[in-house]
């Protein structure tokens, strides 16, 4: 593992070159550019608001505030993992040059969307203030989650880009698993609506959810995350890229043979 974020770090320019790329070819024929980033959440946001607080009506404070404080995560987080499904197996034309690296990709897919969901820290605290609710200095612990989230993307990104060099049916599995992932994921619900029995698997069995509900503690509920919480799933996350890095490592030598 440690050798492969070396090699990251050793090609950083080119990640970099890459992903500023990826961000003008993202936003180039767009009418808005990138306001697409805040917009597409935001349209998310209203939907699920009108859906829920108006039809089904939660009973939850502020909702639309609340679902977009864990939209936004999540949207960096799926986006993620999906794009990453395809970074390797649809760039033959950078995988067949002379010692290409190959990890530098997924990373770029991560590094993208990591880039727009700071950029969408201010509309979170615009909306806030619009319900009248605003930071506390909890929001100090933002960097500590954002970090682990980042290990877990990273962590599943290596794994579901090196799978689908081989099974390329998996880019249309993990699009299916992830819309199932995010309601799963106590985005739409507080977890607190949850009956008893099932809150434990449905918080401690899902990774991203101890995330969201970190950044609800922070923005929401004006609190620390569980930091003992935290610390268990990065270790966690580490473990696991530590092992999706032998697997990505295994495969390499023959991603450009099966692209």
Not at 123 to 137: C, T, Y
Not at 173 to 178: A, E, Q
Request: aromatic content about 16%; charged content about 10%.
């Amino acid at each position: 593992m440690l050798q492969n974020l070396r090699e990251i770090y050793r090609y950083r320019a080119l990640l970099w070159a890459l992903t500023v790329r990826e961000l003008r070819a993202r936003y180039r024929a767009s009418v808005l550019g990138f306001l697409w980033t805040f917009l597409n959440p935001t349209l998310q946001m209203l939907v699920y608001t009108l859906l829920f607080s108006v039809y089904m009506r939660q009973s939850v404070e502020h909702y639309a505030y609340f679902l977009f404080v864990g939209l936004l995560p999540w949207t960096w987080f799926s986006s993620s993992i999906t794009g990453c499904a395809t970074s390797i197996s649809d760039r033959r034309d950078l995988l067949t040059k002379v010692r290409f690296p190959a990890q530098v990709l997924p990373a770029t897919v991560i590094l993208t969307n990591l880039i727009n969901y700071p950029l969408s820290i201010p509309l979170v605290l615009a909306l806030g203030a619009f319900f009248d609710v605003w930071p506390s200095w909890h929001l100090v612990a933002l960097p500590a989650v954002l970090f682990v989230q980042l290990l877990l993307t990273v962590a599943l990104g290596y794994l579901v880009s090196a799978l689908n060099v081989r099974f390329r049916d998996l880019q249309f599995v993990v699009v299916n698993l992830t819309m199932l992932w995010f309601f799963l994921t106590p985005i739409l619900y507080p977890l607190e609506t949850i009956p008893a029995q099932y809150r434990p698997l449905l918080h401690y069995g899902n990774p991203v959810a101890m995330l969201v509900h970190a950044y609800q503690a922070i923005f929401v509920r004006h609190a620390a995350p569980d930091f003992a919480e935290l610390g268990c799933l990065a270790l966690g996350a580490a473990v696991l890229l530590w092992l999706t890095t032998l697997v990505f490592e295994a495969g390499r030598e023959e991603f450009a043979e099966y692209v």
